[in-house]
């Protein structure tokens, strides 16, 4: 996987619908590689997102977003596409028995086979993309916006160190690990575990299954923030998270597009894990109001 220094609105509009089993721009290569002829992708194409509709996540079947338009492909079926140009002219995007995609009052794939994710979702997702072609163009969709290095300076890290209560000594944690409290071996667990690209630094873990008896929590990273647990697998950048909806329902948090992530086992208290999720959110969004305040004044 490749982490983009820069974003288009794509990606953006991607990210915000994710959900387990779609990914972003950080496409498992295992994946990628099954798919370069399963779909025809172009020579110089580019992966914006894709939607994984297998039992297993084999990669072999799904839709891909990319800088051409939309690619799919179904069980049993042979790989089809449909490009940004035609796909703005699309009138009616439909589902039809909870499975089968149409447009135009014509099938075009299938949701079916291994895919939970929720058909209205997918659906709002492709009426947002279509509507925002049609009040602007292709070259908005996919035009990139550079971003800013979020770990020139310390200020991710120090919003972390507010929350965080470690005293190796007499072994107080509240779950939250810092910095150099993280040690090189849960390092290198972690990272496998959540999957992070090695130029990807870890700067802090959250664990949501107190004390560490599993690996599941929440990572804050240089590039953006993972959360991981059973059956739950999101990553957001941090262009994408500054803005993502979070609130919390009993002992879940909800995050994004309704999206559980469970927080009955976590040893910071609840109130306190949305009040350090959004102390990230405003740090973030600072940096990038500052960053493009720069821009206009070069």
Known sequence: MRINKSYNHLSELCYKYQQNKLYGEEVP??????SQKRFNFLTEEKVIAYLDTTILGSGKNGIYFTDYGIRY???????????WEDFANVNDISVYNNVEVNFDHE???????????????????????????????IESLLKEHSLPAYTTTNEIKNTCTLFEKYDKAFEINNGLVVGEHISEKTNEKLREHFNIPTDNHIIAFLSTFFPFKKMD???????????KETFVSLYYPWYVFRKLPLHLSLDDLIIGKNNIFHLMHCNMDNPEVLLFLRNLQQCVHLMHKDFATSLNDA
């Open 29 to 34: 290569n295992s994946i990628l590689l099954k």
């Open 73 to 83: 492909r179904s069980l049993g079926g042979k790989p089809g596409s449909i490009s």
């Open 107 to 137: 099938k075009v794939f299938l949701l079916g086979g291994g895919s939970d994710y929720p058909t209205m979702l997918f659906i709002e997702l492709l009426v947002s993309i279509r509507d925002y072609l049609r009040e602007y163009s």
């Open 217 to 227: 929590g929440i990572i804050i990273s240089g590039e953006g923030i993972y959360f």
